[in-house]
């Protein structure tokens, strides 16, 4: 993927990620909570974290590396990751 | 070596006449978790041949190794691989989706039907242009007299790009005739089917066309079919079929646009199986440019009041 390298707009929002997290998941984004765990408690399988990957790649316009994309085990995780990205990005 | 068998489960999904391109959901025809990352083909075949289960074409009395499975589509993966190409093209082949990337392979699509009804016998999927879904009911056929199964889901699945038109599934249920009497099932008709191949360079002879008036003859067998579909492409092989068939002792030829895939001579053979009043023995063919004919013959059962789910 060319890696897009434009500003974000605004600071990461959390409700929207938990939002996006449930829509590639098909679940009720009650059920994305803080914690919850993508493998024990949302049936998060390997494809589906690859898809989880590719789609925050899309929307978030960044680049995550193989052992980012394991790490991710929760909404907390993807949060935490992507703000870090953000951050990085817009540095001087 | 082919086998007669009796329809029990009739499912279709389709769009209705004026219907848009959301015409189909899957959180309610399928449930409301699981099924985001099916191609709709896939969605359609699905509710189908949930369709036709509930439609009374048992499986549960089968052996799963002994239940099969012949699906048929043209257009299941037209807009997938649209969307892969415009994907690849711009130059972001890693945002390819990881969880659609496995229907990349066209055999993948009639997978979670399968797996849904616990089919653990012969599984195949048949692409034929035009005939693949009447191409299900022969082979399911020939793998029960085969002794390779005892029941199959015969099916055709359709998504094409300029639809709605042309989507959906029609899913059927079939066994054999002394299975069907021994569980008091409702039986819609006797279906055999039959593909052949008449390649446009031999129709193109008189010679060529007179062998598939014999061949034609030879599979209609003695049997007094009133009247006859004829699903085409408006190709050279559609008319010398037709032609053949003007020779040969057959009712009324209606003719119709096959449309874009295979599942307009399924769709058909349902509405004739469930709808009152349909004349008893019925002829059915698709018919492909390339080639491919199509036969299925019906012996429609006695008129009932049930219609395809």
Not at chain 2, 62 to 88: I, Q, W, Y
Not at chain 2, 161 to 188: F, K, N, Q, T
Not at chain 2, 203 to 216: K, P
Not at chain 2, 280 to 289: D, K, N, P, T
Request: charged letters at 20%.
């Amino acid at each position: 993927m060319t890696e897009q390298l434009s500003t974000p707009t605004r600071p990461l929002d959390k409700e929207e990620l938990r939002a996006l997290l449930a829509q590639i998941l098909d679940v009720d984004v009650a059920e994305v909570t803080d914690t919850a765990h993508f493998v024990d408690e949302l049936e998060v399988d390997s494809l589906m974290a690859l898809e989880i990957a590719v789609q925050l790649e899309q929307t978030y316009q960044v680049k995550l590396g193989e052992k980012e994309t394991v790490a991710l085990k929760s909404l907390d995780d993807a949060y935490e990751l992507l703000s870090a990205k953000l951050a990085d990005r817009v540095s001087p | 070596m082919t086998a007669t068998a009796v329809i029990t489960g009739i499912g279709v999904v389709v769009p209705p006449p004026d219907a848009g391109g959301d015409w189909f959901d899957p959180r309610t025809a399928l449930g409301p978790r699981g099924y985001r990352y099916l191609p709709p083909a896939c969605q359609f075949l699905l509710a189908a041949g949930r369709r036709a289960v509930a439609d009374g074409g048992r499986l549960d009395g089968v052996p799963e190794e002994r239940r099969a499975a012949v699906v048929g589509t043209n257009t299941g993966l037209a807009h997938l691989f649209a969307d892969m190409d415009a994907t690849v093209t711009s130059g972001t082949a890693d945002a390819l989706s990881p969880a659609l990337a496995p229907f990349f392979a066209v055999n993948v699509l009639g997978t979670r039907l399968v797996s849904e009804h616990a089919v653990k016998g012969p599984f195949m999927t048949v692409t034929s242009p035009r005939v693949a879904g009447i191409e299900a009911l022969g082979a399911g056929a020939r793998a029960m007299a085969a002794g390779r199964c005892d029941a199959w889901i015969a099916a055709a699945m359709e998504h094409p790009l300029d639809g709605p038109a042309g989507s959906g599934a029609v899913a059927m249920i079939l066994e054999r005739p002394a299975d069907a009497a021994a569980r008091d099932a409702h039986v819609y008709g006797t279906c055999a089917a039959s593909a052949l191949l008449a390649p446009p360079s031999t129709l193109a002879t008189a010679g060529g066309r007179r062998r598939l008036g014999e061949v034609l003859g030879s599979v209609l067998g003695d049997a007094a079919y009133q009247e006859v579909d004829v699903f085409g492409d408006g190709s050279a092989t559609e008319e010398a079929v037709v032609s053949a068939l003007t020779d040969l002792p057959v009712g009324a030829v209606r003719r119709a646009p096959a449309g874009p895939g295979c599942l307009a001579p399924l769709e058909r053979l349902a509405r004739l199986l469930t709808e009152a009043g349909s004349a008893r023995e019925r002829l059915v063919l698709a018919v492909a440019g390339e080639g491919h004919i199509g036969v299925a013959r019906l012996a429609i059962s006695e008129p009932t009041a049930r219609g395809a789910g």
